[in-house]
């Protein structure tokens, strides 16, 4: 089973994301910080694939997503985020942040961030 | 050396040549001439008279002396004629002859027996006085007088005098005469000379000075016009005339009212100025028959000591569309950060509404293993439960709710799209190809929504094929054109015009920027629409059709984030023109 991890400061969008994600046979946690979720990754729970949204009340996503991925590089990382200007730095995008992995809100069809996780997380565990 | 001399003549000559031409055509020649004749006259009439008195008063004096001398050797020498003493009467006759203008005397006898000459003696050449046999009568004053000698006749004396004294004389005052003339004329004509050629030389400044004026007068870029203080035009500027459309010669000496025919209103100002003495400034608006509507400024300055007034008329339209333009960027800013921050603040709520309604009709449908799970579970039959929804219209407002969310967020897309600084997406871009992408796509746009067939219109495309890539963002732009082309065919749309509807797209190069303008025949629309054309939300559109957002969104894609600029134009029944100006390369575009 896919074990996911979302954080974002709005509790009814991980709710919905949750239940959709869950549908889809996954195992869903959620965080409202980006402190959380590092103290949530740090207690050794494992996650295949994290969403970050941007705007975070302290930590911001994309420097959550920085610091995680040089401990955590196996784990993918995707943003889900409510500025249509976001572009993926040079940064992030070697920390596996393509285009591909970025949704913006509001999500009006699920479905194709359920598919990028299934696609990206199963390759990984077919490669090792 | 030689060389030198010959080249001086040529040029000197015809400067000689050209001086003696503008002198003898002018008033100095005609003056001098003048002067010189009566002078001469009034030198000629006094000389005569000078003449004619000392000719008088010679011959009172020749005639005198003639009877004097006369009187005196007719008595001298009676006795001695008497006596025929030769020697006395000689004596006698060379002692009176001393004075010079005695010519000859004559002593006859006239007695019969001795009758004839007894003694004549006359002045030679060299003045001396010698007894001659004869005189020979030439004198022009000559007296004789009888010698009478004790009651007797006994002889005559005939004294002759010269005229030469008196030629002599006559010739001093002619020669006096022309010398006057000849004095009197050139110094006349040396002090008119000179006076004339100060003269000549202040006429000459201050025709420098007045053709310097005239100068500066017309090589201002404002219309001049200068009036006296019964508002009578005395004076205009070539631009002037030109924005006015008559001559300084046709209004010279015209009211002002008749001059100023096209600006009625500027009429009261002036007096008003002229009145008051304080200057004056005013806006004036003025729309030609093809409904251009151009701006100007007329400033009236009273002139010192009520002497009149100057009106100053500029063509301010470029100004005035520059500070529009000012407010315009202000306003779209302050909107446009506004609408960014209030988008952002609504993707969350969006973003919720969206989510719940598909996790709703996932949860509804009968396929996933978890409803059936759960619906068994709590005996629910999924397939009447849908029945029952489907009846009740619930899909109905559920796929309502969904579209709502869609369209909110784009709305809040195109929102954000204001506050977008998306460089790093820019890549350089061939106009061309792009806008005739931006046409195939809204074509295929209309054609998908039958509001219009586009088959209909025609499409001009004018293509400067020279112009470089621009460096730019190409879907963005491919937006801004979109907007504006079904703008101009929904314009088209609906006029009711008997022109074949036609929009015409050019590029063009220019100084690193390249410059699209997209223009329509369609109806065109007013002042206040034109004004209002790129503010959020404004739209003349039915409500649903439009958000008003199309236009404010290209405007921010052009220039906040391509740093370009972009216009519109629009005259009624006429036609609307956008123009769009893209830098080649916005990053050597200074942030403002």
């Given at each position: 089973m896919i074990r996911v991890l979302h954080v974002d400061d709005e509790p009814d969008i991980l709710h919905g994301v949750k239940a959709y994600l869950e549908d889809e046979g996954m195992e869903v946690s959620t965080a409202g910080s980006a402190e959380e979720a590092l103290a949530m990754v740090q207690s050794?729970?494992?996650?295949?694939a994290i969403i970050f949204d941007?705007?975070?009340?302290?930590?911001s996503g994309d420097e959550a997503v920085l610091h995680l991925h040089s401990r955590y590089p196996e784990m993918k990382y995707f943003i889900c985020t409510g500025s249509m200007d976001f572009d993926a730095t040079p940064n992030m995008k070697s920390a596996g942040?393509?285009?591909?992995?970025v949704f913006y809100k509001?999500?009006?069809?699920m479905s194709k961030l359920a598919a990028a996780i299934h696609r990206d997380v199963k390759k990984c565990g077919t490669d090792s | 050396m030689n060389a030198t001399a010959q080249s001086s003549i040529p040029s000197g000559l015809p400067g000689v040549v050209n001086l003696w031409n503008r002198f003898k055509g002018g008033l100095t020649f005609r003056l001098q001439v003048g002067l010189c004749v009566v002078t001469s006259v009034l030198i000629i009439g006094f000389g005569y008279y000078d003449y004619s008195s000392a000719q008088k008063d010679w011959n009172y004096q020749l005639t005198e002396l003639v009877d004097r001398v006369s009187l005196r050797i007719a008595t001298a020498s009676a006795g001695p004629l008497w006596s025929i003493n030769m020697q006395q009467v000689v004596e006698t006759i060379k002692s009176e002859m001393s004075?010079?203008?005695?010519l000859a005397v004559e002593v006859r006898e006239l007695r019969e027996d001795k009758g004839g000459v007894f003694v004549t003696m006359t002045r030679q050449h060299d003045g001396t006085v010698s007894l001659t046999q004869k005189f020979e009568s030439r004198s022009p004053i000559s007296r004789m007088r009888m010698i009478s000698y004790e009651g007797h006749d006994i002889g005559t004396a005939t004294v002759h005098v010269t005229n030469a004294g008196m030629k002599r004389q006559m010739q001093t005052i002619f020669r006096q005469i022309l010398i006057r003339i000849i004095v009197v004329n050139v110094i006349s004509l040396a002090i008119i000379w000179l006076i004339m050629s100060r003269s000549r030389r202040i006429e000459e400044e201050n025709n420098e000075l007045r053709r310097h004026l005239q100068n500066i007068f017309n090589s201002m870029p404002s219309s001049l016009l200068a009036m006296d203080s019964h508002a009578i035009v005395t004076q205009m500027n070539r631009q002037a005339e030109l924005m006015l459309g008559n001559t300084l010669d046709d209004s010279k000496g015209e009211p002002v009212a008749d001059v100023l025919t096209i600006f009625p209103q500027a009429v009261p100002l002036i007096e008003e100025a002229a009145k008051t003495g304080q200057a004056l400034q005013h806006r004036l608006e003025k729309t030609d028959d093809k409904g251009v509507l151009t701006h100007y400024e007329i400033h009236v300055f009273p002139l010192e000591n009520a002497l009149g007034c100057v009106v100053r008329l500029d063509d301010v339209s470029m100004r005035v569309r520059i500070e529009e333009m000012m407010i315009q960027n202000e306003k779209m800013n302050s909107v446009g950060m506004l609408a960014a921050g209030m988008a952002h603040e609504i993707n969350n709520p969006l973003a919720i509404i969206a989510q719940a309604c598909q996790n709703i009709e996932r949860r509804l449908s009968d396929s996933l293993p978890k409803n059936k799970e759960v619906a068994e579970l709590l005996g629910v039959d999924l397939l009447q439960l849908n029945r029952y929804l489907t009846d009740r219209q619930i899909y109905t407002f559920l796929e309502n709710i969904k579209n709502a969310a869609a369209r909110a967020s784009n709305i809040v897309q195109d929102m954000l799209a204001y506050s977008r600084?998306?460089?790093?997406?820019?890549a350089p871009c061939d106009v061309s190809e792009l806008v005739d992408h931006a046409i195939r796509l809204s074509e295929g746009h209309y054609d998908l929504k039958?509001?219009?067939?586009?088959?209909?219109i025609e499409i001009e495309r004018r293509y400067d094929t020279s112009v470089p890539p621009v460096a730019c963002d190409k879907t963005k732009i491919e937006q801004v054109l979109i907007n504006i082309i079904e703008n101009a065919a929904m314009a088209l749309m609906q006029s009711a015009s008997v022109r074949p509807p036609r929009i015409t797209i050019s590029t063009k190069g220019a100084e690193g920027v390249v410059r699209i303008e997209i223009r329509d025949n369609g109806p065109g629309m007013d002042e206040t629409i034109r004004k209002r054309?790129?503010?959020?939300?404004?739209?003349?559109?039915?409500?649903?059709?439009?958000?008003?957002?199309g236009l404010s969104v290209a405007y921010f894609i052009v220039k906040?984030?391509?740093k370009g600029n972009i216009e519109v134009e629009s005259t009624i029944d006429v036609g609307t023109r956008f123009l769009i100006e893209l830098p080649i390369?916005?990053?050597?575009v200074g942030s403002p």
């Amino acid at each position: 089973m896919i074990r996911v991890l979302h954080v974002d400061d709005e509790p009814d969008i991980l709710h919905g994301v949750k239940a959709y994600l869950e549908d889809e046979g996954m195992e869903v946690s959620t965080a409202g910080s980006a402190e959380e979720a590092l103290a949530m990754v740090q207690s050794s729970e494992q996650f295949d694939a994290i969403i970050f949204d941007l705007r975070l009340p302290g930590m911001s996503g994309d420097e959550a997503v920085l610091h995680l991925h040089s401990r955590y590089p196996e784990m993918k990382y995707f943003i889900c985020t409510g500025s249509m200007d976001f572009d993926a730095t040079p940064n992030m995008k070697s920390a596996g942040l393509s285009q591909d992995r970025v949704f913006y809100k509001p999500l009006k069809d699920m479905s194709k961030l359920a598919a990028a996780i299934h696609r990206d997380v199963k390759k990984c565990g077919t490669d090792s | 050396m030689n060389a030198t001399a010959q080249s001086s003549i040529p040029s000197g000559l015809p400067g000689v040549v050209n001086l003696w031409n503008r002198f003898k055509g002018g008033l100095t020649f005609r003056l001098q001439v003048g002067l010189c004749v009566v002078t001469s006259v009034l030198i000629i009439g006094f000389g005569y008279y000078d003449y004619s008195s000392a000719q008088k008063d010679w011959n009172y004096q020749l005639t005198e002396l003639v009877d004097r001398v006369s009187l005196r050797i007719a008595t001298a020498s009676a006795g001695p004629l008497w006596s025929i003493n030769m020697q006395q009467v000689v004596e006698t006759i060379k002692s009176e002859m001393s004075d010079e203008n005695l010519l000859a005397v004559e002593v006859r006898e006239l007695r019969e027996d001795k009758g004839g000459v007894f003694v004549t003696m006359t002045r030679q050449h060299d003045g001396t006085v010698s007894l001659t046999q004869k005189f020979e009568s030439r004198s022009p004053i000559s007296r004789m007088r009888m010698i009478s000698y004790e009651g007797h006749d006994i002889g005559t004396a005939t004294v002759h005098v010269t005229n030469a004294g008196m030629k002599r004389q006559m010739q001093t005052i002619f020669r006096q005469i022309l010398i006057r003339i000849i004095v009197v004329n050139v110094i006349s004509l040396a002090i008119i000379w000179l006076i004339m050629s100060r003269s000549r030389r202040i006429e000459e400044e201050n025709n420098e000075l007045r053709r310097h004026l005239q100068n500066i007068f017309n090589s201002m870029p404002s219309s001049l016009l200068a009036m006296d203080s019964h508002a009578i035009v005395t004076q205009m500027n070539r631009q002037a005339e030109l924005m006015l459309g008559n001559t300084l010669d046709d209004s010279k000496g015209e009211p002002v009212a008749d001059v100023l025919t096209i600006f009625p209103q500027a009429v009261p100002l002036i007096e008003e100025a002229a009145k008051t003495g304080q200057a004056l400034q005013h806006r004036l608006e003025k729309t030609d028959d093809k409904g251009v509507l151009t701006h100007y400024e007329i400033h009236v300055f009273p002139l010192e000591n009520a002497l009149g007034c100057v009106v100053r008329l500029d063509d301010v339209s470029m100004r005035v569309r520059i500070e529009e333009m000012m407010i315009q960027n202000e306003k779209m800013n302050s909107v446009g950060m506004l609408a960014a921050g209030m988008a952002h603040e609504i993707n969350n709520p969006l973003a919720i509404i969206a989510q719940a309604c598909q996790n709703i009709e996932r949860r509804l449908s009968d396929s996933l293993p978890k409803n059936k799970e759960v619906a068994e579970l709590l005996g629910v039959d999924l397939l009447q439960l849908n029945r029952y929804l489907t009846d009740r219209q619930i899909y109905t407002f559920l796929e309502n709710i969904k579209n709502a969310a869609a369209r909110a967020s784009n709305i809040v897309q195109d929102m954000l799209a204001y506050s977008r600084k998306s460089e790093s997406r820019f890549a350089p871009c061939d106009v061309s190809e792009l806008v005739d992408h931006a046409i195939r796509l809204s074509e295929g746009h209309y054609d998908l929504k039958k509001k219009y067939d586009f088959k209909h219109i025609e499409i001009e495309r004018r293509y400067d094929t020279s112009v470089p890539p621009v460096a730019c963002d190409k879907t963005k732009i491919e937006q801004v054109l979109i907007n504006i082309i079904e703008n101009a065919a929904m314009a088209l749309m609906q006029s009711a015009s008997v022109r074949p509807p036609r929009i015409t797209i050019s590029t063009k190069g220019a100084e690193g920027v390249v410059r699209i303008e997209i223009r329509d025949n369609g109806p065109g629309m007013d002042e206040t629409i034109r004004k209002r054309i790129f503010e959020p939300f404004f739209t003349t559109k039915p409500v649903g059709v439009g958000t008003g957002l199309g236009l404010s969104v290209a405007y921010f894609i052009v220039k906040e984030q391509h740093k370009g600029n972009i216009e519109v134009e629009s005259t009624i029944d006429v036609g609307t023109r956008f123009l769009i100006e893209l830098p080649i390369d916005p990053r050597k575009v200074g942030s403002p």
